[in-house]
């Protein structure tokens, strides 16, 4: 089949697109071997959100759950056996993509249980344990960027495991996430591992930064307020790529890249507009960057393929530029420390509440089988 060609030239541009979903229901229709064939699509990402919206009333999973019930099974580990089935197969599907790139693409994404957020050790237990589970070299574990989870990114490289780095939105916490995937690597290399089999992707939150921040601008009012909406989530992801561009030109891993070492690509999260009034493929025809990943949803990644029109590849002096969007933000009064805390703060808040209703969901179906 030929690839569509809006999504082709993203991908010429050096945009890996990933499929922000995952389901049985898509794998079974073969709709998700159609966007592999048909949209450029080469990795998924999932998270408890989309877990939850998968299996929550939907009847492809209750033979399982029966199943695993009547073997008395306890529910996390029925939802930990359903969730990472999904993710094999999926990565399965992935799997020639994933032989063909190298390693760079073909992956697919799975967290690491949303309440393990603020818990450092408990979160590297489990990373290693859902990457020996699922048994796959595609798969990627996702990790908070939270000030617990820096330390958990650094030991999960550290022990050659992939890594998909979640929940970032500023990009003074990005740096602190480049930093601990290089030491992951420093220590990695220290080890004896073959860096050239890690890989990595920093998860940048796009949408949910303007939501916040066109909150705050409309409540302040004014017309210079108002004129800076829908421009903070972009230009702080532009701001984000430059130190990007700084961090992976630098000496320190130039001497990890010698070793066979992969850069840590920046993944632009969170891309399905919140806004109506705003153009539906916003997040991904500001952020064309070489390299990047771009996870859509579906709704997003059928409006690129159907009419995105891609602006300048990412640089140091867009980046530059982004600067002083937000300063200007600043100086209208947001206080954008205060926004990416509280955005931290909501998304793992949100994660863990979307886990919480998968494991009732799942509850209520084992009791029901069990009957």
Same mark, same amino acid.
């Given at each position: 089949m030929a690839?569509?060609?809006?999504?082709?030239?993203l991908s010429d541009a050096g945009?890996?697109?990933?499929?922000d979903d995952l389901s049985r229901e898509r794998m079974d229709s073969g709709s998700l071997k159609e966007l592999i064939d048909t949209c450029n699509v080469v990795g998924v990402t999932t998270n408890p959100s989309i877990?939850?919206?998968?299996?929550? *009333? +939907?009847? &492809?999973?209750? &033979?399982?759950?029966? +199943?695993?019930?009547?073997?008395?099974?306890d529910v996390d580990a029925i939802v930990e056996m359903l969730t990472t089935d999904d993710v094999r197969r999926a990565a399965d599907l992935l799997a020639d993509v994933h032989a063909g790139s190298h390693g760079y693409d073909g992956r697919v994404s799975i967290e690491v249980d949303p309440r393990l957020a603020h818990e450092t050790e408990k979160t590297i237990a489990q990373a290693e344990h859902l990457f020996e589970v699922v048994g796959r070299e595609n798969v990627m574990i996702k990790i908070p960027a939270t000030l617990e989870g820096l330390p958990a990114i650094t030991a999960v490289i550290? =022990? *050659?495991i992939s890594v998909n780095v979640t929940l970032i939105f500023s990009v003074e916490r990005y740096e602190a996430v480049i930093d601990a995937y290089l030491a992951g690597l420093e220590k990695a290399a220290a080890a004896g591992k073959d860096l050239s089999t890690?890989?990595?992707?920093a998860s940048f939150f796009v949408s949910r930064v303007d939501s916040e921040i066109d909150s705050r601008l409309e409540s302040l009012g004014g017309e210079d307020a108002s004129a800076l909406r829908g421009q903070a989530?972009?230009?702080?992801?532009?701001v984000a790529f430059g130190a990007y561009l700084e961090a992976f030109s630098g000496e320190r891993f130039e001497a990890l890249k010698a070793q066979g070492a992969n850069v840590q690509r920046a993944l632009w999260a969170s891309t399905g507009v919140k806004n109506p009034e705003y153009s539906d493929t916003l997040y991904v025809d500001h952020l064309v960057a070489d390299p990047s990943v771009n996870t859509m949803p579906?709704?997003?990644?059928?409006? =690129?393929?159907?009419h995105s029109a891609p602006k300048a590849s990412l640089n140091a002096e867009i980046a530059t530029s982004a600067q002083s969007v937000l300063e200007r933000v600043e100086g209208a009064g947001v206080d954008l420390v205060d926004v990416f805390a509280v955005l931290e703060r909501e998304g793992v808040e949100k994660f863990e509440k979307a886990w919480n209703e998968l494991l009732e969901t799942v509850s209520a179906s084992v009791?029901?089988? +069990?009957a």
């Open positions: 690839q569509n060609a809006n999504t082709q030239a945009v890996s697109i990933w499929l877990f939850q919206a998968a299996i929550s *009333g +939907r009847s &492809e999973y209750d &033979e399982d759950i029966a +199943r695993l019930a009547g073997e008395g099974t550290a =022990a *050659g890690i890989h990595s992707v989530g972009v230009a702080n992801a532009q579906e709704k997003t990644l059928e409006a =690129a393929a159907d009791e029901s089988a +069990r």
